[in-house]
């Protein structure tokens, strides 16, 4: 069966997305290939963790494209050229609109640090997430993968995974531990799970027209 072609976008330092490609190579992801690691900024530890994997790179940037038509139509045209068939943002933090979204109707991923519809939308990323659950007072959060829509954090529920707050947890400790316990696992599984999807519906596609 044909591998689907993945694209990972990234901001920061790509634990996330070190996580995917372990999972690639240890045979976890089996169903999808990573083909694109694309950053909206160029000092991304993520694109570092690319390059070390072979994985080809790309560098765009709001500034430089000047508009926000622009920097989604450059992302365009490299999910073209690299014949891209589904998106996993892991820890990506530019807005994509819903003509861009659209483009993809559940062939967009996406990584969020807290169980949603708890501690989730606007203004809810990174450490802001863990402050918002600690002030909350919640003694199980977690992560979530979902499908992207316009709707900020808004689409179909993928896989979650719930873990346990410690008591004087402080926002980063909390970070980390939902990256280790919950992010790093069920992104992998999510992307394994779309991925085959798509890799089977294409080989059905493929069947009915060499019929
Ligand atoms: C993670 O906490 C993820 O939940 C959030 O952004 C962070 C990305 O971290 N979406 P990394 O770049 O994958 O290390």
Not at 175 to 194: D, S, T
């Amino acid at each position: 069966m044909k591998k689907t072609k993945i694209a990972v976008f990234c901001s920061g330092g790509g634990t996330n997305l070190q996580a995917l490609l372990d999972a690639e190579k240890s045979g976890a992801i089996e169903s999808g290939k990573i083909c694109l690691v694309l950053a909206n900024n160029s000092s991304a530890y993520a694109l570092e963790r690319a390059k070390n994997a072979g994985v080809p790179t790309a560098v765009v940037t709001r500034r430089q494209t000047g508009s926000q038509e622009a920097f989604e139509a450059e992302i365009l045209r490299l999910l073209q050229e690299y014949g891209i068939e589904l998106i996993v943002l892991a820890g990506f933090m530019s807005i994509l609109s819903e003509n861009f979204t659209s483009k993809y109707p559940k062939r967009i991923i996406n990584i969020h640090p807290s169980l949603i519809p708890s501690f989730c939308g606007k203004g809810f990323y990174g450490l802001h997430v863990h402050e918002a659950a600690l002030a909350y007072g919640v003694k199980v959060t977690g992560a979530t993968v979902h499908f992207v829509n316009e709707i900020p954090d808004g689409g179909q529920i993928i896989l979650q995974k719930a873990v346990k707050v410690h008591k004087g947890d402080t926002p980063e400790k909390l970070q980390r531990r939902v990256m280790e316990q919950a992010e790093w696992k069920i992104l992998p599984a999510a992307c394994e799970k779309v991925a085959r999807e798509i890799a089977i519906k294409g080989e059905k596609y493929e069947h009915i027209q060499n019929q």
